[in-house]
């Protein structure tokens, strides 16, 4: 992508196109993808010796003279292509009437077509984003013509368009036009980022159902929250809760995953006082909830420690076993492992009380020392898996049922 990058015609609307394309389906399989502590070290060294091929592969994507150059020979800069006087006249209009259309160089890149995109949608027309002359003759007729042009003109903007880098959403711009019932620029750059896929793969008239499904949800979300009243800990937590939808639903979704968001720290009860609890507990209880609050929002993060902390105060505490055999404690502990690593302490003292009521009522245990070697072998391998991962009463009460199949009173 960095190859390709350097090698697209930034004036060009196909390159453009083609190279947001990758980064759309390049952010769709790995923008969410997330390294182990190391292994983004590693992949870099393994894929430093293959850097100047992977490059060379990239620019050739956009190469234009592919038989006269090499695949590994520095990209040239893309010309510069003439300014349109036609564009450059919309561009006039445009700007005018308080569409952001960039300076009026001539030259049609992203800003131009969202202005027009923006103008005919406000107008009523076939939003198309083409710079005709048609459409400037709307732009020119009396009624539009009331704004009067600024006298002055532009010079012309010489700087690239730089397409968006790989799993970084474009920053947030303030809205282009004072209507308070206008679409924001980043809400516009959220509908077109919906519709991406169908603009490239599928007709126009798919392109624009898109566009017409975003502006209906867009328009039923009531707008952005506020999230001014939460503190920032949980601000933090609602946007990363609904990042995935920010980055690839259009801003209605986006909006109404706040709202619910929202609704959902408002319901809970809050984040739980757990000093009463021991630091272990405390350690356990955060461990028990850590996936909520990476991934959810505050809300279910505070129910999880609310239900943690609910069930360690109806449990009856952390048992004693000191009282039984080395064996027996340490067969106790691994049966309940798990819930002592993924589970709140409740769940974890709860095992241990289970573990020790069965023992109790295994009756301890059995006497093998009548048996023969063989037979003792024997009774001991067929409860093998019970004596490892079970608890000692499920492993005595084993060994009880292989005596009475070979008939030991």
């Given at each position: 992508?960095?190859?390709?990058?350097?090698?697209?015609?930034?004036?060009?609307?196909?390159?453009?196109?083609?190279?947001?394309?990758?980064?759309?389906?390049?952010?769709?399989?790995?923008?969410?993808?997330?390294?182990?502590?190391?292994?983004?070290?590693?992949?870099?060294?393994?894929?430093?010796?293959?850097?100047?091929?992977?490059?060379?592969?990239?620019?050739?994507?956009?190469?234009?003279?592919?038989?006269?150059?090499?695949?590994?020979?520095?990209?040239?800069?893309?010309?510069?292509?003439?300014?349109?006087?036609?564009?450059?006249?919309?561009?006039?209009?445009?700007?005018?009437?308080?569409?952001?259309?960039?300076?009026?160089?001539?030259?049609?890149?992203?800003?131009?077509?969202?202005?027009?995109?923006?103008?005919?949608?406000?107008?009523?027309?076939?939003?198309?984003?083409?710079?005709?002359?048609?459409?400037?003759?709307?732009?020119?007729?009396?009624?539009?013509?009331?704004?009067?042009?600024?006298?002055?003109?532009?010079?012309?903007?010489?700087?690239?368009?730089?397409?968006?880098?790989?799993?970084?959403?474009?920053?947030?711009?303030?809205?282009?036009?004072?209507?308070?019932t206008a679409v924001t620029d980043s809400e516009q750059s959220?509908?077109?980022?919906?519709?991406?896929?169908?603009?490239?793969?599928?007709?126009?008239?798919?392109?624009?159902?898109?566009?017409?499904?975003?502006?209906?949800?867009?328009?039923?979300?009531?707008?952005?929250?506020?999230?001014?009243?939460?503190?920032?800990?949980?601000?933090?937590?609602?946007?990363?809760?609904?990042?995935?939808?920010?980055?690839?639903?259009?801003?209605?979704?986006?909006?109404?995953?706040?709202?619910?968001?929202?609704?959902?720290?408002?319901?809970?009860?809050?984040?739980?006082?757990?000093?009463?609890?021991?630091?272990?507990?405390?350690?356990?209880?955060?461990?028990?909830?850590?996936?909520?609050?990476?991934?959810?929002?505050?809300?279910?993060?505070?129910?999880?420690?609310?239900?943690?902390?609910?069930?360690?105060?109806?449990?009856?505490?952390?048992?004693?076993?000191?009282?039984?055999?080395?064996?027996?404690?340490?067969?106790?502990?691994?049966?309940?492992?798990?819930?002592?690593?993924?589970?709140?302490?409740?769940?974890?003292?709860?095992?241990?009380?289970?573990?020790?009521?069965?023992?109790?009522?295994?009756?301890?245990?059995?006497?093998?020392?009548?048996?023969?070697?063989?037979?003792?072998?024997?009774?001991?391998?067929?409860?093998?898996?019970?004596r490892q991962y079970s608890g000692p009463g499920t492993y005595?009460?084993?060994?009880?049922?292989?005596?009475?199949?070979?008939?030991?009173?």
């Amino acid at each position: 992508m960095e190859g390709a990058k350097a090698a697209l015609n930034n004036y060009s609307d196909s390159d453009v196109d083609r190279f947001n394309a990758m980064v759309a389906d390049y952010n769709s399989r790995c923008g969410s993808f997330r390294y182990r502590s190391g292994a983004l070290e590693s992949a870099r060294r393994d894929v430093e010796p293959y850097r100047s091929q992977l490059q060379a592969e990239g620019r050739s994507r956009f190469a234009r003279s592919p038989s006269t150059r090499s695949l590994s020979a520095p990209a040239q800069a893309p010309a510069r292509p003439a300014p349109d006087a036609t564009v450059q006249a919309i561009q006039r209009k445009l700007n005018a009437l308080g569409y952001d259309a960039g300076s009026a160089d001539g030259l049609m890149g992203t800003k131009t077509r969202s202005a027009i995109l923006a103008f005919q949608r406000d107008s009523g027309l076939t939003p198309d984003g083409l710079p005709t002359s048609s459409l400037l003759q709307r732009l020119s007729d009396d009624r539009v013509a009331a704004v009067r042009e600024s006298p002055q003109v532009a010079p012309p903007n010489t700087s690239t368009f730089v397409p968006p880098s790989p799993a970084i959403p474009p920053p947030e711009r303030p809205p282009a036009r004072p209507d308070r019932t206008a679409v924001t620029d980043s809400e516009q750059s959220g509908m077109e980022r919906a519709c991406d896929s169908a603009r490239l793969y599928s007709g126009p008239s798919a392109y624009q159902s898109c566009l017409a499904r975003e502006m209906a949800s867009l328009k039923s979300s009531g707008g952005r929250p506020d999230l001014s009243r939460v503190t920032s800990a949980e601000r933090n937590s609602i946007e990363r809760a609904c990042d995935s939808a920010r980055q690839y639903s259009g801003p209605g979704a986006y909006y109404n995953c706040l709202n619910r968001e929202i609704a959902s720290l408002n319901a809970s009860r809050g984040r739980p006082d757990l000093s009463g609890a021991s630091p272990s507990e405390q350690a356990a209880i955060e461990r028990a909830c850590d996936s909520a609050r990476q991934y959810s929002g505050p809300g279910a993060y505070y129910n999880c420690l609310n239900r943690e902390l609910s069930s360690l105060n109806t449990s009856r505490g952390r048992p004693d076993i000191s009282r039984f055999s080395a064996f027996e404690q340490a067969a106790i502990e691994r049966a309940c492992d798990s819930a002592r690593q993924y589970s709140g302490p409740g769940a974890y003292y709860n095992c241990l009380n289970r573990e020790i009521s069965s023992l109790r009522s295994s009756g301890g245990t059995p006497d093998l020392s009548g048996l023969t070697s063989t037979t003792s072998a024997a009774i001991e391998r067929a409860c093998e898996s019970a004596r490892q991962y079970s608890g000692p009463g499920t492993y005595y009460n084993c060994l009880r049922r292989e005596l009475g199949k070979v008939g030991y009173r």
